[in-house]
């Protein structure tokens, strides 16, 4: 469903546009007094992996939240009780910030992958509402009926396997440094490898993911605190190649290269309702 016609059935006034870069500015979170829902649409992949992103666990977790507005001089206190809907036709990386879990938990993955009809009818989300609005809110007082009856049930949304393995893989997808140095490293007193290596085995072993890498520079920066968070590797410049000093990590070694696709299957994100 597009988030224009959940907008119109719960109404635009309720409704405020997620601008997740500037979560952490000084009034944006006041934006929010008296809305339900906060929208990111048609985001980019980077949209959470942003330095502010960390603030949406409050905002959808029930905690307490101080807001200011401009030329107002006391303070406005928000709980952060928002849906949060972000749609996307990319694929997403989250900045986990070592708490996989707090995601984990906030996410719920719908991807659309129906190909586009061959004619569009112009304005289908206002036409769809024209036509179909009374069943739409049924369907929404449904789901929201069953949505009740399962939280009091069993306190959380009830995923199925395949909803678990598309959460599990954009959350490693998004920790994919951390994944490649646990998997495809490993100790060894007389090993080493060059910061070269690393990147062309960790190439590969997204390849075999389905993934995409981070940037270059990105990758060096993280797996120098992997290595040495996992296998107490420390960078250093005389790795031995072609009888040159060259960056690498002395006493481990690459496992052998035979790159399989690990149990989740990551699919490419459309809808991600926190």
């Given amino acids: 469903m597009r988030p224009s016609i959940l907008?119109?059935?719960?109404?635009p006034h309720n409704v405020a546009q997620l601008r997740i870069q500037l979560l952490s500015e000084r009034f944006?979170?006041?934006?929010?007094?008296?809305?339900?829902?906060?929208?990111?649409?048609?985001?980019?992949g980077n949209f959470l992996d942003n330095r502010a992103a960390h603030v949406l666990k409050p905002l959808t977790g029930g905690d307490r939240l101080?807001?200011?507005?401009?030329?107002?001089?006391?303070?406005?206190?928000?709980?952060?009780?928002?849906?949060v809907i972000i749609t996307t036709n990319t694929r997403l990386h989250v900045r986990l910030d070592s708490d996989t879990e707090a995601w984990r938990r906030r996410m719920l993955i719908v991807d659309f992958t129906q190909p586009p009809t061959a004619k569009p009818i112009p304005n289908f989300a206002r036409e769809l509402v024209r036509t179909e609005g009374p069943g739409i809110l049924n369907w929404c007082?449904?789901?929201?009926?069953?949505?009740?009856?399962?939280?009091?049930?069993?306190?959380?949304?009830?995923?199925?396997e395949t909803q678990k393995h598309r959460i599990d893989g954009l959350l490693c997808e998004s920790?994919?440094?951390?994944?490649?140095?646990?998997?495809?490293?490993?100790?060894?007193?007389p090993g080493d490898v060059t910061v070269s290596e690393l990147l062309t085995a960790y190439n590969l072993f997204c390849d075999s993911q389905g993934w995409q890498p981070v940037p270059v520079r990105?990758?060096?920066?993280l797996v120098c605190d992997h290595m040495v968070s996992l296998h107490h590797a420390h960078k250093r410049t005389d790795i031995r190649r072609n009888d040159k000093n060259q960056r690498g990590y002395a006493h481990v070694v690459l496992r052998d290269g035979n790159y399989v696709a690990d149990s989740f299957e990551p699919d490419q994100p459309e809808l991600v309702p926190f």
């Fill in 218 to 221: 990105q990758f060096e920066i």
């Fill in 175 to 189: 920790d994919s440094v951390r994944h490649f140095v646990t998997k495809r490293v490993a100790q060894d007193p």
């Fill in 28 to 44: 944006e979170i006041a934006g929010f007094l008296g809305k339900t829902l906060l929208c990111g649409k048609d985001v980019p």
């Fill in 141 to 160: 007082i449904e789901g929201a009926m069953n949505l009740l009856e399962e939280l009091r049930v069993h306190g959380r949304i009830q995923l199925t």
């Fill in 66 to 83: 101080s807001a200011e507005q401009k030329n107002v001089k006391h303070r406005f206190e928000v709980i952060g009780d928002f849906a």
């Fill in 7 to 11: 907008e119109t059935i719960i109404g």
